[in-house]
């Protein structure tokens, strides 16, 4: 799986439970068992029965945004799978995740963003979504130092 279809999986995740006990809610469930119906109609039963399962949750939690944020990476499993055995919902979920991102109340769209930073190669990331990010680099205390070379010590013990 691409970064880019991991990212979208992420993103399709934290909208579906961000709509979830919202009035987004029946469009966000109706889209998400759609575009699992193309893999029949008995995983689509088990998906509806999943999202309502899971909007009773997040009714039921003391604190809703807590109980959204568990179900995004649950949603964001299936929703990778789902992209890995069919390739071709991946414009659906595209056109459902703008959908529901403009259905949700202001709270719950600004909740819904996402950023995923990945760092290669023992390379630093710095980011922040909605935020600061302050750094401050000192040299380390090696860093002053000059590095002795073992060879020149050898050399001069051996020259008597």
Do not use: C, K
């Amino acid at each position: 799986m691409t970064e880019a279809l991991t990212l979208l999986a992420t993103n399709g995740g934290a909208a579906l439970a961000a709509a979830m006990a919202t009035d987004a809610w029946q469009a966000a469930r109706d889209g998400t068992a759609r575009l699992f119906g193309r893999e029949g109609t008995h995983r689509q039963a088990a998906i509806e029965a999943q999202l309502d399962d899971n909007v009773v949750l997040v009714e039921r939690a003391a604190d809703r945004e807590h109980a959204r944020q568990g179900l995004v990476p649950l949603w964001q499993m299936q929703l990778i799978r789902l992209l890995e055995d069919h390739p071709e919902a991946e414009a659906e979920l595209r056109e459902l995740i703008t959908h529901i991102h403009e259905a949700l109340p202001p709270a719950q769209q600004q909740w819904v963003q996402t950023q995923v930073n990945i760092a290669h190669d023992n390379s630093v990331l710095l980011a922040s979504l909605g935020g600061n990010v302050i750094y401050h680099q000192y040299p380390s205390p090696q860093a002053d130092r000059q590095p002795s070379s073992p060879a020149s010590g050898a050399a001069d013990s051996s020259s008597d």
